[in-house]
């Protein structure tokens, strides 16, 4: 997925090990949010677009 894709044009891949036969590799699911502190850690290879705004 591009900067200027629409995700209902996006192609997954599927990525396979070396060496391992039939082993793909899933989406993590680990994705966390803590509100409080503004901390979001992804798994490797996982990119994600955040749109946040602040309001006081």
């Given at each position: 997925?591009?900067?200027?894709?629409n995700k209902?044009?996006?192609k997954s891949l599927d990525w396979?090990?070396?060496?391992?036969?039939n082993?793909?590799?899933k989406p993590s699911?680990?994705?966390k949010?803590?509100?409080?502190?503004?901390i979001i850690e992804l798994a490797p290879m996982e990119i994600r677009t955040f749109q946040l705004?602040?309001?006081d």
């Open positions: 997925l591009s900067a200027v894709q209902s044009e996006m396979q090990v070396e060496g391992e036969e082993v793909f590799i699911k680990r994705n949010i803590k509100d409080e502190e503004y705004e602040f309001h």
